[in-house]
C-alpha cells in the first residue's frame, strides 16, 4: 500500500497525504483525520526513510556515550540520566538512538583515513542532533564536534569546546571533600578512580575531582606522596577491587576519596567482609549522591549533584536548537551546575 493509493482512497492529492503526516498544520482538522483514518483502514504505514526525506528530519535524536555500553549501562548514574532523557523524548515523540564511541572509526576506518573516520562516522547517525557524554578536548571526536553542521550538546565534558556544555562543579566538590578530612586530622589518602584506557579515552569530570583533590591536600602544605592513586578497572565490581587495592598498599591511608559513589559503596563493602572499621579504620567519601548512598552502611559522606535538572536543561537546549528556537550564541557555555559535601557516618 502505497501514499498514491491512499490519496486515490481517499480522494485528496498526494501531496495532502504527504501534509496529513508531516506538515498538519496546512491541512484542516476534518481533511487530517480523513486521511488518517483512509490509511488506517487501508494498513498503510510512511516509510521512514522516505519520510526522512520529505521533512528534512529524522525525529531522532543519538545519545552519544564514550566508553563501552555494557560500561556505561552498569553505571546507575548515566542509567538515571538516559531515564531523565528518555522521559523529555516521550513528551516530545522523539527516538533515542544510543551509540558508543568506543573506537567504532577505528574497527570500520574509511577511505579518507583514520584521522576523518570519526567525523564520517559521527555523519552517518541519522539524528537530528546529539547529545554527548564525557567529551575530553583530545578525543578523536572533539574536532568532530567542532566541524558537526547539527546540533550538539555536551555534558560532563571539557569545558573547552565549541560546543553547548552542561558540567558539574566536579572541582569545587572534590576540593570540599578533602577540606573535610583535612579537618578531620587525616594526612594519608587514596584516590579511587578508574583504571586509565588503552585507548587514552579520558573522562573529563573523573580528571577534574582527582586533579581538584590532589590540590587541596598540596595546598595544605603535605607532600605529593600524601595522596596515593589507586585504579580499578569496570563498575560493578571496581569498588571491592578498589578497597583490596587500597588495604595492600605499603603506606595505608586513613581516608580514601572515590570519584564515584559507585567505588565507595563497593570499598564500604569490601571492608565489612575484611572486618575494617570505617570510619575508624578508613573513612570514606564518595562522589553523585546516589539514592544508596544515604542507606548504605555506614551512611555514605559523599559529594552531591543534582541528578535532574543537569540533563534536563541539556535535552531542552538540544530540543531548541534542533527547533531553530534559539542559537548557540544565546547559551551561557559552559553551564556549571552546583555541588555540595553532604557529610554522613562514613568519615
Not at 229 to 241: D, E, T
Request: with cysteine.
Amino acid at each position: 500500500m502505497t501514499l498514491r493509493d491512499v490519496a486515490r482512497h481517499a480522494g485528496v492529492s498526494p501531496t495532502a497525504v504527504s501534509f496529513a503526516y508531516n506538515a498538519p498544520h496546512q491541512l484542516s482538522h476534518a481533511t487530517r483525520e480523513h486521511i488518517l483514518d483512509t490509511a488506517e483502514s487501508l494498513g498503510y504505514q510512511p516509510h521512514p526513510v522516505a519520510r526522512t526525506l520529505a521533512t528534512g528530519r529524522t525525529n531522532a535524536i543519538g545519545l552519544l556515550v564514550p566508553t563501552s555500553l555494557n560500561w556505561m549501562l552498569h553505571d546507575p548514574l548515566f542509567t538515571h540520566f538516559l531515564g531523565e532523557v528518555g522521559a523529555a523524548c516521550d513528551r516530545e515523540e522523539r527516538r533515542i538512538l544510543l551509540a558508543s564511541m568506543h573506537e567504532s572509526w577505528r574497527r570500520n576506518p574509511r577511505q579518507s583515513g583514520e584521522d576523518a573516520a570519526p567525523i564520517t562516522w559521527l555523519a552517518s547517525i541519522a539524528a537530528d542532533g546529539f547529545l554527548m557524554f564525557s567529551i575530553n578536548r583530545a578525543h578523536p571526536l572533539a574536532e568532530a564536534v567542532q566541524r558537526s553542521l547539527r546540533p550538539i550538546v555536551l555534558l560532563d565534558s571539557a569545558d573547552d569546546l565549541q560546543a553547548p556544555t552542561f558540567n558539574i562543579d566536579d572541582r569545587g566538590g572534590a576540593y570540599a571533600a578533602a577540606q573535610h578530612l583535612l579537618a578531620k586530622g587525616h594526612r594519608q589518602f587514596a584516590i579511587a578512580t578508574m583504571t586509565p584506557r588503552r585507548d587514552g579515552v579520558v573522562i573529563p569530570s573523573i580528571e577534574r575531582r582527582v586533579q581538584a583533590f590532589s590540590q587541596a591536600v598540596e595546598n595544605a602544605g603535605l607532600p605529593p606522596s600524601a595522596v596515593q592513586i589507586v585504579h580499578a578497572r569496570g563498575v560493578p565490581a571496581a569498588g571491592r577491587q578498589s578497597f583490596q587495592n587500597i588495604w595492600s598498599l605499603r603506606r595505608r591511608p586513613t581516608a580514601v576519596f572515590c570519584v564515584s559513589d559507585v567505588r565507595a559503596l563497593g570499598i564500604l563493602s569490601g571492608a565489612r567482609r575484611e572486618g575494617i572499621s570505617v570510619p575508624d579504620d578508613l573513612a570514606v567519601v564518595g562522589f553523585g549522591d546516589l539514592p544508596d548512598a544515604s542507606v548504605s552502611s555506614p551512611p555514605l559522606t559523599t559529594v552531591h549533584r543534582d541528578m535532574d535538572s543537569q540533563p534536563q536543561l541539556a535535552i531542552r537546549t538540544l530540543f531548541q536548537l534542533i527547533n531553530e528556537q534559539i542559537s548557540e550564541a544565546d547559551i551561557e557555555s559552559p553551564h556549571i551546575s552546583a555541588t555540595q559535601l553532604v557529610v554522613r557516618e562514613s568519615s
